[in-house]
Structure formats: structure tokens, C-alpha cells
């Protein structure tokens, strides 16, 4: 059991706000991703969680326990670090091993449950190796099966597939996802990389420059981000923006007409999808401007054009083939349509 309790957590040095009265609960065996750009206060958040850092106010309260006075041993987290933070004169064994040796773990159970972390990890055959001698994805395992050797209270994950290469970090992410699946321990796990974010999740936190954003599960964010930066932070391509007016339930911006809005009136800034707009091949769209370009993306094709001040992405079908400069219309109509306060950012429809 490990429920979590964030309470008006705030850090500051001088005037300087990290996080800013961050409130949420976790629930025992949740999957909490905290997401952001560099610097927005994920790894702050996890360091005052694992009692690495105080925080300035606020609550942290795990199983109905405030524990900011607790050392980080008395908490009862588990954390795997970006850098691992493996011991280089120590085998892989002995690495794994240490977390029980530390907590004062009966003697004779740590060969057992040293065997089961490492098979869990797939690190069997390399045990008696030093960190040295193993490959970034290898070291990183160690670091997990340290982190699994014993069951926490919480595993705390920051980034801890950012050293890895991209086919690496795919096979690891699942990994990770089964393990926790597995063990059913309650995990906050930082990332600035939305594709693991939305992979992992069970629920996102969107931050920005130390203050939460949004809060939900990845299919929640997605399809409703609760303003502008959200919308342009989650998918792969993000959701395209578009500055225009919106003039007799039209909104207009160059390239752009799109009618069917009601009860918005004047400046605003309309997104949608890629993969939620479609090619109109008879040149009728809501959206028509010269193609600026083309990607073959393998399973569809991407093409982009300049509207509504904004380089704008539709997807097309895998054989969809086009020329830069071209004429291009595609289908947007309003109900693939998210309004947004061009002044505030937030969600108006
Ligand atoms: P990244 O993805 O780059 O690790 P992050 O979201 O984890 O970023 P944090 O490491 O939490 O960001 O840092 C949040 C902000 O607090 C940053 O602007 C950082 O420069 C600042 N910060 C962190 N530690 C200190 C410190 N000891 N003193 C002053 N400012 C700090």
C-alpha cells in the first residue's frame, strides 16, 4: 500500500520558484508520469518526494503519514536515476545486492532475491561483471533490478531511458511497463519525452516553469488539453495552432474558413490533429494553401502547409504523393475543431 499526498508543495530558492503549490493525490499502484520541458520542476518534484530536498511549504504524505521530516532511508522509495548511479568497483551483482545489505535484509535471502532482480531484468548472464564492462541499456537494467531487489513503497524514476538509444529505450520502456505491471508498486516516473509519458501512464502531469498544467490520463490529455502549451506539447506531430478571428461563427485566419462556431466571437487560436483532418483531393477544404512540404512516414504521409500563421500538419494516406508548392486543401471541419483564449491560452471549446 502506498498512497500519495502532494498538499501546496512549493519550492523556492531566493526568489526563485521551482514548483509551485503542487496539490494531487496518487493512488496505491498508480503509474504517475510527471512531464515538462528542461527545468519545469519534474525532478524537483521526485527529489522532495524521495526526501533528497526540502521543500519550502507544503505537505508530503505518504499512507496518511507527512513524512518531510523523515530521512529519504525511512521512507521506504526505491529511485533509478538517469546517470543509474552504480557503484564502479562493485560487480552486478554485489550492485543489486546492496539496497538489502543497507536495509539490513536477512543474509540468506539475498541470493534468491538478487537471481529473481536480475532474471526479471534479463541481467543473469552478467553478474560478475563491473558496470565498466556492461552497455548503457545493460547498466540501466542494473540500476531497475536494484531498484526491485526489494519491494518499496514507491519507485521514483527520473528519466531513466535518457541515455539510451532510440531502439533501446522502446524495448526498455516496455520492459519497464511490465515490471510494473508485475510488481504493482506505486511509481511516479519523470520524463520530458511525451511518447513515454503517454506509453507508461496511467496518469499524466503536465508542468511547466514549476507549475502543473494538466492532470489526466494520457487519452484525457490528449483529446482534451487543457490550454495552448499542453496542446502543443502532447503528440507526435503536436496539435497544430492556427491565429485567426472568429466573425459570424467563421473562424478566419490566411488560408483558413471554417464555419459552424457559436457563441465565440473575436480573436482565437483553433487547433486540431493531423491524423483528425483529411485530404480533400477536389480542392474544397476549410484549409487550402501550397504545400511547404512532404514526409513519407512509412504508414502515411505527412504534409504540411502554411496556414493561419502557423505550419500546419494533415496526414495522409501512405500512397498520398504531392510536390512542395503545390495546391493542397484539406477537410477541418469544426467538430475536429479546439478553440483556445489566443490572450490566456486556455481552453474555450
Ligand atoms: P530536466 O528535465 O532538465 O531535468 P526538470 O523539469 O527536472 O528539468 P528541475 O531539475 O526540477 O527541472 O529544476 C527546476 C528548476 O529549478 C530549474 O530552473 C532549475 O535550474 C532550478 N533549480 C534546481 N535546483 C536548484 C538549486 N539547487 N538552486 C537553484 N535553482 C535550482
Redesign the pocket.
Known amino acids: 500500500m502506498a498512497e500519495i499526498e502532494l498538499k501546496g508543495v512549493t519550492k523556492r ?1 531566493g526568489s ?1 520558484v ?2 509551485h503549490q503542487f496539490d494531487l493525490e496518487i493512488a496505491d499502484r498508480e503509474f504517475l508520469v510527471l512531464l ?1 520541458p ?8 521526485m527529489r522532495m518526494i524521495a526526501g533528497l530536498e526540502d521543500p519550502t511549504s507544503g505537505d508530503i504524505v505518504i499512507d496518511g503519514k507527512r513524512v518531510n521530516d523523515l530521512d529519504p532511508k525511512d521512507r521506504d522509495v526505491a529511485m533509478v536515476f538517469q546517470s543509474y548511479g552504480l557503484y564502479p568497483n562493485m560487480n552486478v551483482w554485489e550492485n543489486i545486492r546492496f539496497p538489502l545489505k543497507v536495509r539490513k535484509v536477512p543474509e540468506g535471502e539475498h541470493a534468491d532475491r538478487v537471481a529473481r532482480a536480475a532474471e526479471m531484468v534479463e541481467l543473469t548472464p552478467f553478474l560478475d561483471r563491473k558496470p565498466a564492462a556492461l552497455s548503457g541499456g545493460q547498466r540501466q537494467r542494473v540500476a531497475l533490478a536494484r531498484a526491485i531487489v526489494r519491494t518499496p513503497k514507491v519507485f521514483l524514476m527520473d ?1 531513466p531511458l535518457s541515455n539510451l538509444d532510440a531502439k533501446l529505450r522502446v524495448s526498455t520502456r516496455a520492459q519497464i511497463k511490465n515490471l510494473s505491471h508485475e510488481l504493482q508498486v506505486t511509481t511516479i516516473y ?1 520524463t ?1 519525452d511525451q511518447v513515454e509519458a503517454m506509453t507508461l501512464a496511467d496518469r499524466v502531469v503536465v ?1 511547466k516553469a ?1 507549475v502543473v498544467q494538466q492532470v489526466g490520463t494520457p487519452t484525457d490529455i490528449y483529446d482534451n488539453p487543457a490550454n495552448i502549451f499542453v496542446a502543443g506539447f502532447i503528440g507526435s506531430p503536436a496539435m497544430n495552432l492556427m491565429e485567426g478571428r472568429i466573425t459570424d461563427g467563421t473562424f478566419q485566419a490566411a488560408g483558413v474558413e471554417i464555419p459552424g462556431f457559436t457563441g465565440v466571437d473575436g480573436a482565437v487560436v483553433c487547433g486540431f490533429r493531423a491524423e483528425d483532418a483529411a485530404v480533400a483531393p477536389d480542392g474544397t477544404g476549410e484549409v487550402k494553401a501550397p504545400v511547404y512540404s512532404m514526409e513519407l512516414l512509412g504508414d502515411s504521409t505527412m504534409v504540411t502547409v502554411r496556414a493561419g500563421g502557423a505550419l500546419v500538419a494533415v496526414k495522409a494516406a501512405k500512397d498520398f504523393r504531392t510536390k512542395i508548392g503545390a495546391p493542397f486543401a484539406a477537410h477541418v471541419p469544426r467538430d475536429i475543431c479546439h478553440l483556445f483564449d489566443t490572450a490566456t491560452g486556455e481552453r474555450l471549446a
Request: proline residues 0%; charged residues 10%.
Open positions: 530558492w526563485f521551482g514548483v515538462g528542461s527545468g519545469c520542476g519534474k525532478t524537483t518534484t528519466e519523470v520530458h508542468m514549476g
